[in-house]
Each structure stands twice: as C-alpha cells, then as structure tokens.
C-alpha cells in the first residue's frame, strides 16, 4: 500500500477540486494514483449526481460571457436547489466557465435528445453513403456509420463536449463532479450563442481560437 503524502492531497484537490477527505480517500483506494484518483472521485461524482437528479433544481443563475470586443456572446442558464448555493462563488465559477465554454465550443443542442430526428437521419445517410464509397465491406458499413453518427452527434451537444478547460472530462462529467462536491442537484437548463455576423458573408476571423485561448489562460 502506498503512503499517501499531503503533497500528493493537495495536488489532487488543485486538479479536482473536490475535498481534502475526498482526495485522501480516492488516493488510498487507488493505492496513490493520482491519474485513476481522478477517474475515481468522478465516478463519486456521477453516482452522487445520479441520486440527487429527481431533485427539483429551480433556483440558480443566468450567466452572461461576452469575447472581447463583443464579437461572440452567451447566455445561459445553470440550476441548483438553493438561492444559497446559487450565490456561492463556486458555483457562480461554473456557470461562468459553461459559458466561455459554449463560446469556444460552438454546441448546438444541450443534450442528444435535443437533435431532431430529421438531423439523425440525414447525417446517417451522408455517412452511410461516404463509407460505402470508401469501398468498405458490406458487412461492416452500419458499425462503422454507427461510429461516426455517434462522434458526430457528441460534438453538437453541450453535455457530451470534452470540456475547454481539461478535455479529459466532458461538460457533464465537470457538472457530476460538482454536484458530488456542493451537495445539490445542478443542471445546465438551456442557452444562446451569439456570434458578430453569423450567416453574413464576410472575412473569416478565428474568434473561437481567441476564446479557447482566454479560456485557457
């Protein structure tokens, strides 16, 4: 069995963020692995989001980011139980950092079964008709347009982005580990994008590569 350092409790609480009895437990259970200690306090946190999703969450804020110069703008809604927690500086951090990431990662949907079957279908045949003209076998087309639609689909909805900030995590996963820290349900209820002349025929500027760079600062 591993020693468990206070170093190494302290390393994980920065990446995590989660609590110093949770770190130092998820670090014993993983005999010191601070890699599969991660993996683990999110699998806490989606088990505990899991039991608290039945919960009505009506209280929480609307967060607003803005890229400089006004070029791209969010709005978004994020929920919990309580005015209490809504008014903490933590959970107003994650409402804030939903929103830049909705800036940087250009979501269409909030979740998968927000995508209109219509947008499923038309997307299954594009890719059904690109594999068989790869000349792929027969017997392995629908598995390999599965695949695709799949990763396809991730990429449009909000929950299932890999998060801007450690893309190791999806979004939902962020909001599971955060729900398993404060103790309440949360959940991203709807949101807006803006951005400076979309749909206008005009110079292509990369505003989301600025985002993602502001986000990562």
């Known amino acids: ?12 609480r920065e990446k995590t963020g989660a609590g110093m009895l949770d770190c130092k437990k998820a670090l014993t259970e993983t005999d010191g692995n601070l890699e599969k200690a991660i993996e683990f306090l999110r699998e806490q946190g989606l088990a505990s989001a899991a039991k608290k999703a039945g919960r009505i969450a009506a209280e929480g804020v609307v967060e607003s980011y803005i890229h400089a110069g006004g070029r791209i703008g969010v709005l978004v809604e994020v929920n919990c139980e309580t005015d209490f927690v809504a008014k903490t500086d933590e959970f107003r951090m994650l409402a804030r950092d939903i929103a830049m990431h909705i800036a940087a990662s250009r979501p269409e949907y909030l979740r998968r079964e ?4 219509e947008v499923v279908d038309h997307e299954t045949e594009v890719f059904r008709q690109q594999t068989l003209n790869e000349g792929k076998p027969e017997a392995i087309v629908n598995k390999i347009v599965a695949g695709k639609v799949d990763k396809y689909l991730r990429e449009l909805c909000l929950l299932d982005q890999p998060f801007v900030k450690d893309p190791s995590a999806t979004v939902a996963n962020i909001v599971a580990t955060k729900i398993g820290k404060i103790g309440e349900n949360i959940s991203i209820r709807r949101f807006v994008r803006y951005e400076m002349g979309e749909g206008l025929e005009k110079k292509q500027d990369d505003f989301v590569a600025e985002v993602m760079a502001q986000v990562k600062k």
């Open 1 to 12: 069995m591993a020693t468990i350092t206070a170093a190494a409790v302290k390393e994980l």
């Open 114 to 117: 927000d995508i209109p079957q």
